[in-house]
T-cell receptor, first 114, second 112 residues
Framework: EAGVTQFPSHSVIEKGQTVTLRCDPISGHDNLYWYRRVMGKEIKFLLHFVKESKQDESGMPNNRFLAERTGGTYSTLKVQPAELEDSGVYFC????????????FGPGTRLTVT | TQLLEQSPQFLSIQEGENLTVYCNSSSVFSSLQWYRQEPGEGPVLLVTVVTGGEVKKLKRLTFQFGDARKDSSLHITAAQPGDTGLYLC????????????WGLGTSLAVNP
């Protein structure tokens, strides 16, 4: 069984540009989460999907971030326009059940905004 | 605000030594999880502790949840180079247990 995959693994963009991160969860996992780790800080929750619906997006930093999960399968996280402080590692996780016990994480996308 | 503080932040030991790392909070958590993360990878769940005072063993790793459910420890016996990595603790947010709150992690290096 394939694990959670994320694309790209690295992205370097200039301030003001747009970047779209993709996450493919484990097949059959209705719950999908996005997290971010900024250098020197702890991992922070961004949002949670149940199938295609946003269950909780309280961790999204601002309206420059847009997450979608069309069809309840893969998810995208778009940052537009990117700012320097958006740099960090963006992790996606999925779980079968809608509690935090058994979340499976992807390898992350390292985003660098210059 | 629930916070998880991990200590030490960095630890470098020789193969065969024992070590303990800690995850502390002033808040009660319904459960705590321990993850291990290697460079270029995402966190991998090692264990979830749920009951106050609970002890779980995973080969040479022993996890303990404090009686008051405010702290947890991870003890590694006879550490090996393969134990090298970042050890993270996390717990569900009290207001929304689908959100995990994370500690900063303990970076462990086991030298051969």
């Amino acid at each position: 069984e394939a694990g959670v995959t994320q694309f790209p693994s690295h992205s370097v963009i200039e301030k003001g540009q747009t970047v779209t991160l993709r996450c493919d969860p484990i097949s059959g996992h209705d719950n999908l989460y996005w997290y971010r780790r900024v250098m020197g800080k702890e991992i922070k929750f961004l949002l949670h999907f149940v199938k295609e619906s946003k269950q909780d997006e309280s961790g999204m930093p601002n309206n420059r971030f847009l997450a979608e999960r069309t069809g309840g399968t893969y998810s995208t996280l778009k940052v537009q326009p990117a700012e320097l402080e958006d740099s960090g590692v963006y992790f996606c996780a999925s779980s079968l059940y809608a509690v935090s016990y058994e979340q499976y994480f992807g390898p992350g996308t390292r985003l660098t905004v210059t | 605000t629930q916070l998880l503080e991990q200590s030490p932040q960095f630890l470098s030991i020789q193969e065969g030594e024992n070590l303990t790392v800690y995850c502390n909070s002033s808040s009660v958590f319904s459960s705590l999880q321990w993850y291990r993360q290697e460079p270029g990878e995402g966190p991998v769940l090692l264990v979830t502790v749920v009951t106050g005072g609970e002890v779980k063993k995973l080969k040479r790793l022993t996890f303990q949840f404090g009686d008051a459910r405010k702290d947890s420890s991870l003890h590694i016996t006879a550490a090996q180079p393969g134990d090298t990595g970042l050890y993270l603790c996390a717990g569900p947010n009290a207001g929304n247990n689908r959100k995990l709150i994370w500690g900063l992690g303990t970076s462990l290096a086991v030298n051969p």
